[in-house]
């Protein structure tokens, strides 16, 4: 069965600074995809960053970069130069062969500080 | 991106009634849409999987006949929590995939589910 670990429930960052939320996954497919997605206060569900299993470089958008280690099944999200409207729920999640359902790690709240 | 809108955003409600809250994808055919279940502070739990025309895949633990969902059209899904009990007090989300969509799933953006 598949499994994502978030083992961070919180994580406090000063603005302006980087920060990594980490991630570990378990799976016995060859074709999957990670996920990030942000969730702030409202509820709503955030797409950050995407990932699929066969690609050779790690994911970037913007600020967020994917960091990718195959044989450690790790997928760590790092948010470069830290704002105030970064602080929100993160999520971890993975789709698995078929293509199908999400499945959610645990979640790590992020708080930005001044 | 595409747009899945839900509604109500809110809703509150005596035990023992029924609710019906709808998901709809505004400018995309959802071929697939998924419901979620998320308590505060907890990760998001897959309650059901619903193909368009077809019956749910409803998650091991999750309740069929107390959870009702229908797909009848490729731009809407229904969840109807049947006879709530202040348990079933949740954030309902659901998602929708399209045909093309392999990778992306597109959330709507949740209703809140008070059972007094």
């Known amino acids: 069965a598949q499994k994502i670990t978030q083992t961070q429930p919180g994580m406090f960052v000063q603005e302006k600074e980087a920060v990594t939320l980490d991630c570990t996954y378990d799976t016995s497919d060859q074709s999957y995809g990670l996920f990030w997605y942000k969730q702030p206060s409202s509820g709503e569900m955030i797409f950050l960053i995407y990932?699929?299993?066969?690609?050779?470089q790690n994911a970037t958008e913007g600020r967020y970069s994917l960091n990718f280690q195959k044989a450690r099944k790790s997928a760590n999200l790092v948010i470069s130069a830290s704002q105030l409207g970064d602080s929100a729920m993160y999520f971890c999640a993975m789709r698995d062969q078929a293509g199908t359902a999400l499945i959610f790690g645990k979640g790590t709240t992020l708080s930005v500080s001044s | 991106g595409a747009v899945v809108s839900q509604h109500p955003s809110w809703v509150i409600c005596k035990s023992g009634t029924s609710v019906k809250i709808e998901c709809r994808s505004l400018?995309?055919?959802?071929?697939?849409m998924f419901w979620y279940r998320q308590f505060p502070k907890q990760s998001l739990m897959l309650m059901a999987t619903s193909n368009e025309g077809s019956k749910a895949t409803y998650e091991q633990g999750v309740e069929k006949d107390k959870f009702l969902i229908n797909h009848a059209s490729l731009t809407l899904s229904t969840l109807t929590v049947t006879s709530a009990h202040p348990e079933d007090s949740s954030f309902y989300i659901c998602?929708?995939?399209?045909?093309?969509?392999?990778?992306?799933?597109?959330f709507g953006p949740g209703t809140r589910l008070t059972v007094l």
């Open positions: 998602s929708a995939k399209g045909l093309l969509s392999y990778n992306e799933q597109f």
């Open positions: 400018d995309f055919q959802a071929t697939t």
């Open positions: 990932q699929g299993s066969y690609d050779e």
